[in-house]
């Protein structure tokens, strides 16, 4: 998974937070109070680590149908 490694406005670092505020935040806990807790404050700081998404999951099927229709082309032509 990919993560923020720093803010992408103010350049704070993020990436050693990250794995712990996922971890609480998967067990239950308000991810607001989590935030205050590991001490991060600014707003844009926080909205990277509330938005930040695993996307691989999502976009590997579209990898794999291109891949096959790849596969399918080459072997008629």
Request: charged share 30%.
């Amino acid at each position: 998974m990919l993560y923020p490694i720093r803010c992408f406005t103010c350049g704070a670092l993020l990436g050693d937070k990250f794995a712990e505020f996922e971890k609480k935040v998967k067990a239950g806990e308000d991810a607001a109070k989590v935030l205050d807790l590991l001490g991060i404050k600014r707003y844009c700081c926080r909205r990277m680590l509330l938005s930040s998404v695993d996307i691989s999951e999502e976009t590997l099927p579209y990898y794999e149908a291109i891949w096959k229709r790849h596969i399918e082309y080459s072997s008629e032509g």
